[in-house]
């Protein structure tokens, strides 16, 4: 079956670094995407990785392995506003995204 | 990012009467839209994907009979939630892409989303 496994909530300090990983069993890859949710409302989209590698985007970066079926989200110089739920999704050979269950990040002065 | 629209945003209804939400997207042709539910606190869950000019594909569990699905232009699909009942309120969410084959990384953009609430 597939799967997308990542942390259910994680804690950080304003202003340090945190990374929320996700690992991933699907049929097929056609890439990684990571989203980003407050409450209330819906997923915005903030990276998507298909080759091997890191990719920088301002104080966001992910970063991703095939070969281990793995990812991770950076983020750094955390701000009070990036308290919300982090959700990982991966491209199957379908072009259809499954999705993981998200991580709550909570950020605390 | 591309833009997509939902309508409306929010919605009290009684219970027995139908609902209808429209997802529209703004300014690109949407070859798929996705239909999600979400209930507090829990992960997204997807309901069902329409390509354009066909019948929608509804997941398992998902009663296509309940949950009209309408994709008849490469801009607007609506959901309509026939007899609604207190359990079906939730937040609703759609959202669209292109072509994925053409370009995989182009994502798909996600409407504000319909809060429901059946009385």
């Known amino acids: 079956g597939q799967n997308i496994d990542q942390p259910t909530e994680m804690t950080a300090t304003e202003g340090a670094i945190v990374q929320i990983n996700c690992t991933y069993q699907t049929s097929g890859f056609n890439g990684l995407f990571w989203y980003q949710q407050h409450a209330g409302e819906a997923p915005t989209f903030l990276s998507y990785n298909v080759l091997d590698g890191l990719e920088e985007k301002g104080r966001f970066s992910s970063f991703l392995s095939r070969s281990k079926g793995y990812s991770y989200l950076l983020l750094k110089e955390l701000q009070m506003k990036d308290s919300a739920s982090y959700l990982c999704?991966?491209?199957?050979?379908?072009?259809?995204?499954?999705w993981g269950a998200g991580t709550k990040l909570i950020i605390k002065p | 990012g591309a833009v997509v629209s939902q309508h409306p945003s929010r919605v009290i209804c009684k219970s027995g009467t139908s609902v209808k939400i429209e997802c529209r997207s703004l300014d690109f042709q949407a070859t798929t839209m996705f239909w999600y539910r979400q209930f507090p606190k829990q992960s997204l869950m997807l309901m069902a994907t329409s390509n354009e000019g066909s019948k929608a594909t509804y997941e398992q569990g998902v009663e296509k009979d309940k949950f009209l699905i309408n994709h008849a232009s490469l801009t607007l699909s609506t959901l309509t939630v026939t007899s609604a009942h207190p359990e079906d309120s939730s937040f609703y969410i759609c959202s669209a892409r292109g072509n994925p084959e053409a370009s995989p990384g182009e994502t798909q953009y996600f409407g504000p989303g319909t809060r429901l609430l059946v009385l």
């Open positions: 999704a991966v491209m199957d050979s379908n072009y259809q995204l499954i």
